[in-house]
């Protein structure tokens, strides 16, 4: 089975910045799209940002400018790099990705999420 596993995530004042990870292990023929998500308390989880194999990056308009994403395909890792922060960015981060398993099963994985917390 393939896994994704986030880290990085803390608590940071405003303005202030973090990096989150996430590493793909497992049995891994392929992947696609890897991207970010975020789950604000009492919120449904929104997209953040978006890397396909290509590297055409896309943000959401409320981090655009601010966050970076990018991805090591050799480590099958993607990153987070989000400055500026926002207490508005408080939430736990996702980990998703487009993955075809060595046997050709092909889904979309989450991680299990990584605290982020931005203080006023």
């Known amino acids: 089975q393939v896994q994704l596993v986030e880290s990085g995530g803390g608590l940071v004042q405003a303005g202030g910045s973090l990096r989150l990870s996430c590493a793909a292990s497992?049995?891994?023929?392929?992947?696609?799209?890897m991207g970010w998500y975020r789950q604000a308390p009492g919120k449904q989880r929104e997209l953040v940002a978006t890397?396909?194999?290509?590297?055409?990056?896309s943000y959401s308009d409320s981090v655009k400018g601010r966050f970076t994403i990018s991805r090591d395909n050799a480590k099958n890792t993607v990153s987070l790099q989000m400055n500026s922060l926002k207490p508005e960015d408080t939430a736990v981060y996702y980990c998703?990705?487009?993955?075809?398993?060595?046997?050709?099963?092909?889904?979309?994985?989450w991680g299990q999420g990584t605290r982020v917390t931005v203080s006023s």
């Open positions: 998703n990705a487009d993955i075809s398993s060595a046997a050709l099963f092909r889904n979309q994985y």
């Open positions: 497992g049995s891994i023929f392929s992947i696609n799209a």
């Open positions: 890397i396909p194999t290509g590297g055409r990056t």
